[in-house]
């Protein structure tokens, strides 16, 4: 049975508890194929972060969140729970960035 990416990503925020669910704010989460050409990531957050938005931000697009499917099973191969576990990983790693949480926080944190 195939691995069903989209599932995957829509179970980690399903788990997540209602607080942190509610204060999740415009923001768009998408699996895309592959990471822009010559970069090497798992996950991006484009936007502005929770803790630093002012009322000016009321104006903005939505905030992105890119889930890269091709890095991630090619890391993880067929194994289903390998791949859960990463996914997991990285979209709890790219909402702590909007939540305002900087790489530096989540290695201190040992969340990295």
């Known amino acids: 049975m195939p691995f069903d990416f989209e599932?995957?990503?829509q179970d980690v925020l399903d788990s997540l508890p209602k607080q942190f669910r509610d204060a999740i704010s415009n923001v768009e989460i998408v699996v895309e194929d592959e990471p822009p050409p010559g970069s090497h990531l798992l996950g991006l957050y484009q936007g502005v972060p929770l803790t630093k938005r002012t009322h000016w931000y009321s104006f903005a697009l939505p905030d992105k969140i890119s889930i890269y499917r091709g890095p991630i099973e090619r890391m993880c191969g067929d194994d289903?729970?390998?791949?859960?576990?990463?996914?997991?990983?990285?979209?709890?790693h790219e909402l702590a960035h909007h939540f305002g949480i900087s790489d530096e926080r989540l290695e201190e944190l040992g969340r990295y």
């Open 80 to 92: 289903h729970e390998r791949l859960n576990v990463e996914v997991r990983h990285v979209v709890l």
């Open 7 to 9: 599932r995957a990503v």
